[in-house]
């Protein structure tokens, strides 16, 4: 490392040297023209002298002619003085210049090396930096590792007769541990309160209940749970159910960005860049995983050395989350008593109509509202609904498509 900078000050040193140089002999070397001038006259002095010693001229020509000749001697020296008073007030600012520029190479030349270099780490190859990569990713801490350091997650605010018939169903749940349809509604009520590690805990419950009927969305549900826990960070227990996705669904969005960002995480930008722009030009703009990769991938571009990245042109609205209910989450909640299942149905609802009418949301989430609001039989509000949806989505027939397949769920459109 001292070598590096040895050489790289020297380099600087020399680059600042002949800059400097150049400036200062910016001079004409041959000096002013007056002192060309000065030795034509005292040329012409010597020759009108020979030539009055010979008899070609008179004495008083001869007088006549030196006199004029030693005035214009004297008139050219004066210019020389005032020339070279000149040159050496000249001399001070062209200095001052040569030092400035000796002063920018090498204090720029070193400034940006502190800001886009690594100070104090030797040169480390390409394979030395594979190496180091799959070395950080074999010994990243585990998903309880993370969350044993993480501060305690507030958990979401929630009316309480909402509280009350989640808590019936975590005992419902207890009760009844092999009810997959409880525990899929367990699974997305605790996600919706923010509580990411029993959320997973029921998920994978679901999983093994389904067993070989387990589909790729039901993993990258837990997935998400996984990663949401762990504050964004994709641990060994993420990773394992990331390939049981691709097992299933190779194309799977879900398992692509969190691919990706676990790369990314574990000293890969390369890879994670590739993964993210191959998914970010074959997605959807309303898919949601959109908007984090447009939000980052221009930071991991430049870490994979694609200084001139450019996004792709196209908006990317919010989309879904694990907030809100669809049909087959109405529908799960069977095995409770008919007013603590349309209790829990209505909170449900009502929250995810809140977050539209005030956030916005995906075409995704509006047609997921639409299709709950007709198994609750609320016609008349999903209509209602539906008519601004429209306006929401004027303009955009691919994602109307989307919202209406839920209307006519809803029963509100033919």
Request: charged letters at 25%.
């Amino acid at each position: 490392m001292t070598l590096f900078w040895i050489v790289a000050g020297a380099g600087a040193l020399i680059v600042a040297a002949l800059l400097a140089l150049a400036l200062l002999r910016g001079q004409r070397e041959t000096g002013p023209a007056e002192a060309y001038d000065l030795q034509i006259y005292r040329d012409q002095l010597k020759e009108i002298e020979r030539d009055a010693a010979r008899g070609v001229i008179g004495s008083e020509e001869a007088e006549r002619l030196k006199t004029e000749v030693s005035r214009r001697i004297l008139a050219a020296d004066a210019k020389i003085h005032d020339t070279e008073g000149e040159s050496a007030r000249g001399r001070g600012p062209a200095t001052a210049m040569a030092v400035l520029i000796a002063l920018a190479l090498l204090g720029g030349g070193f400034g940006l090396y502190a800001t886009l270099g690594a100070p104090g780490y030797g040169d480390l190859g390409l394979q030395d930096r594979i190496a180091s990569a799959r070395e950080l990713r074999a010994n990243r801490p585990s998903q309880e590792e993370v969350e044993a350091q993480l501060p305690a997650t507030p958990q979401v605010e929630a009316p309480e007769d909402y509280m009350t018939l989640v808590e019936r169903l975590r005992g419902a749940v207890q009760e009844r541990p092999d009810d997959i349809q409880g525990h899929m509604l367990l699974a997305r009520s605790e996600a919706a309160l923010g509580n990411y590690p029993a959320a997973y805990a029921a998920q994978r419950r679901l999983i093994e209940l389904k067993g070989e009927s387990a589909t790729a969305k039901d993993y990258a549900d837990l997935a998400d749970m996984l990663v949401l826990a762990a504050g964004g960070y994709v641990s060994p227990e993420a990773e394992r159910v990331l390939d049981e996705i691709m097992a299933r669904d190779p194309a799977n969005g879900v398992a692509r960005y969190y691919g990706g960002l676990m790369m990314a995480q574990t000293g890969r930008p390369d890879s994670a860049f590739r993964i993210w722009d191959q998914l970010l030009r074959n997605s959807a703009p309303d898919d949601p995983w959109v908007p984090p990769i447009r939000e980052q991938i221009g930071e991991l571009a430049m870490a994979a050395g694609k200084n001139d990245y450019q996004l792709p042109a196209g908006a990317a609205p919010r989309g879904p989350g694990l907030a809100g209910p669809s049909a087959a989450d109405v529908e799960a909640t069977a095995d409770l008593s008919d007013a603590e299942r349309q209790d829990m149905i209505q909170g449900m609802v009502d929250r995810l109509g809140e977050r539209l009418a005030t956030e916005g949301g995906s075409p995704q989430e509006w047609a997921q509202l639409l299709g709950a609001l007709g198994v609750l039989g609320e016609t008349e509000r999903a209509g209602a609904i539906w008519a601004e949806a429209q306006t929401v989505f004027a303009g955009r027939p691919e994602m109307l498509d989307i919202v209406r397949a839920g209307a006519r769920q809803a029963g509100v459109v033919e």
